[in-house]
């Protein structure tokens, strides 16, 4: 009997309500964002923002003494009454240049301020993903979470404190329009609010429209990003071109813009049409105000100068209470687009526990007992009972058909993932009481997918060991030991040759020269006593893998080496061999010993070796 999935509880209009207020909590953490970026400038800007919600209310009212001083002026034709209009005029000509300024400034302090948040919110993302484990970088649902983050998080807190202290500004001018109406009627007020609030409750609903269908996309988002990358990046076009992908993910990529497309379109012209009408109430709203103020002129209960007043007031209020409530409205959409950045932010990370810089037995080298693991989402373990020891000085070689465990107990080992059972031991000590710091600086290592860096190639070099990064004497060593110094003496600048294509000058480098870069970029780790060596000659040729061999024999005399390899010719020269099928060790001994076993490793060794007779 299966069970019905249970439908959501509706929440009532009051749990709504608090949870819509509740996304408001972003607008103290994008100030404090803001005022930590630049005090300066935030000061700058909440004292512009003041004074331009000041000064607009002071242009009307001296507007209506200009006014009227002119009527008084040509009704007496005193030159003391002309002279008063005239020094009016003079205020309100002041107070428009401070108007201007205030606003030139604001805009200045906005734009410089956007560039360093824009580079404060990217190093706050960078900063989180440095501490994330390598699981979340393998969980597509993160990606999203990120690609969420990252779009449009430079805009977004400035923005929003924008609109903050735009909502600080018009309350300012609105509260000095208010006790200007106020002189006229109590109603005239209450209309100018009532008028605007309507496009404010749709332009809110279409907010939350335009969140919702944002966060629903992030998946396509990242694929017309992948496609971008595929059709414009240099390690994919060969392919594209002679498959002739070119067009098919062009239109893939067309395809997924045409679907957003639409619904961009619908929504737009659907708050395009209701902004319409609804700006319609407020103009309705006006001419009845208009009415009513000239009726009240032409009675003579109210000077020219109090009608030119009273209209330009309540124009500009009206406008002011609109701006005010599409402030908030922008306030909560912003607000919205925040959550994201911060829910990434927050994301949870497990702080790593270890605190050891020595082992309990040292010189007892590797031990793995009974270790599984199952990468998450998975129903299968990568590594089922996996056991085994690695002594100081020797070397171990791990063989097996893809997907058989090998590189998976290689990030195990050097704490990427963590076991679900059974313990990884280094020198008696458990890798989770380790400093992760110091346990890694023991470990060199060259993956199987390592990294073409755009650097030059002494950076690439050096980037095995950070400490060491621009040491040219510790270059030619790595270099050297792993066999690449010959050819990259013959590079144009030697080590200060520019590598890849990106940048200007850059060359490109063969398979098999990348692979002895990255594997001279392990030895780079001079105090490393473990050597691991994911697939380290799967490019090279079977003369340059020989010569590779044999000089890792002679640099790895006192370190531990743990070899993956395909070819079985190269593992001969390991101290013990473990053959694993489906993530458990089916053999292990040397090499003699299981071609005396006549098991899995004499069949597929005598398989390998008749390619070659």
């Given amino acids: 009997m299966t069970t019905q999935p249970q439908p959501a509880p509706r929440r009532s209009p009051l749990q709504k309500l608090r949870q819509s207020l509740s996304i408001f909590q972003y607008c103290s953490r994008a100030v404090q964002l803001v005022w930590t970026t630049d005090r300066k400038l935030t000061i700058g800007l909440a004292f512009l923002t003041i004074l331009a919600g000041l000064l607009p209310a002071l242009v009307a009212y001296v507007g209506k003494l200009i006014v009227d001083g002119v009527v008084l002026a040509s009704r007496s034709g005193q030159k003391t009454d002309q002279w008063l209009a005239l020094q009016y005029l003079g205020v309100e000509a002041i107070a428009i240049a401070f108007l201007s300024g205030s606003q030139q400034g604001i805009a200045l302090c906005q734009s410089l301020l956007r560039a360093l948040l824009g580079q404060k919110v990217n190093v706050l993302i960078l900063e989180k993903a440095l501490t994330l484990d390598l699981a979340h970088f393998e969980d597509s ?232 693991f199952t990468y998450p989402g998975n129903n299968e373990p990568a590594l089922n009972g996996v056991s085994f020891h690695l002594q100081p000085g020797k070397k171990l070689a791990i063989v097996g058909k893809n997907g058989s465990g090998k590189t998976t107990l290689i990030k195990l080992l050097t704490r990427l993932y963590t076991p679900d059972s059974g313990r990884i031991l280094l020198d008696g000590r458990d890798l989770q009481e380790w400093n992760i710091e110091v346990l890694q600086r023991r470990i060199g290592v060259i993956f199987q997918n390592f990294v073409r860096y755009q650097f030059t190639v002494g950076e690439n070099v050096g980037i095995g060991d950070v400490e060491y990064l621009d040491d040219r004497h510790q270059w030619k060593t790595a270099a050297e030991k792993g066999t690449a110094y010959p050819f990259i003496q013959e590079l144009p600048e030697s080590f200060q040759t520019q590598l890849g294509r990106w940048f200007k000058n850059g060359r490109e480098l063969s398979g098999g020269q990348w692979q002895k870069i990255a594997l001279s970029r392990a030895f780079m780790r001079s105090r490393a006593d473990i050597l691991v060596l994911d697939e380290p000659t799967s490019a090279v040729d079977a003369e340059a893998e020989v010569e590779i061999f044999n000089q890792l024999r002679q640099v790895t005399e006192h370190q531990m080496a743990i070899l993956i390899s395909h070819r079985f010719s190269t593992v001969r020269i390991a101290d013990q061999i473990i053959v694993l099928v489906d993530g458990k060790v089916l053999e292990q001994g040397t090499h003699e010993e299981l071609i005396r076993l006549d098991g899995r490793y004499a069949r597929l060794f005598s398989l390998q070796a008749a390619g070659y007779q």
């Fill in 141 to 372: 649902e993160f990606y999203d979470k990120m690609t969420r983050a990252r779009r449009e998080a430079s805009v977004r807190p400035l923005s929003l404190v924008g609109r903050t202290f735009g909502l600080v500004k018009d309350s300012l001018s609105l509260v000095t329009y208010g006790s200007l109406l106020l002189q006229f009627s109590l109603w005239l007020v209450l209309m100018l609010i009532l008028a605007a609030i309507p496009a404010f409750i749709a332009e809110t609903r279409f907010a939350q429209t335009a969140f919702r269908l944002f966060r629903r996309r992030a998946p396509e988002t990242r694929q017309q990003t992948y496609l971008e990358t595929l059709i414009a990046r240099e390690d994919s076009a060969m392919e594209v071109k002679l498959y002739q992908l070119g067009e098919t993910l062009l239109d893939r990529y067309r395809a997924i813009f045409d679907r957003l497309y639409t619904e961009d379109r619908d929504l737009t012209t659907r708050r395009s049409l209701w902004s319409y009408v609804l700006s319609l109430v407020s103009t309705a709203a006006f001419y009845i105000t208009y009415v009513w103020i000239v009726m009240e002129a032409i009675a003579g209960r109210i000077s020219l100068g109090d009608l030119t007043m009273y209209l330009v007031v309540f124009r500009q209020g009206q406008s002011t209470f609109a701006s005010m409530l599409a402030a908030i409205g922008g306030m909560y959409e912003d607000s919205l687009y925040l959550s994201n950045l911060y829910e990434f932010l927050e994301t949870e990370v497990p702080i790593p526990s270890g605190y050891a810089a020595y082992g309990i037995h040292p010189g007892d080298g590797i031990r793995f007992e009974n270790v599984s």
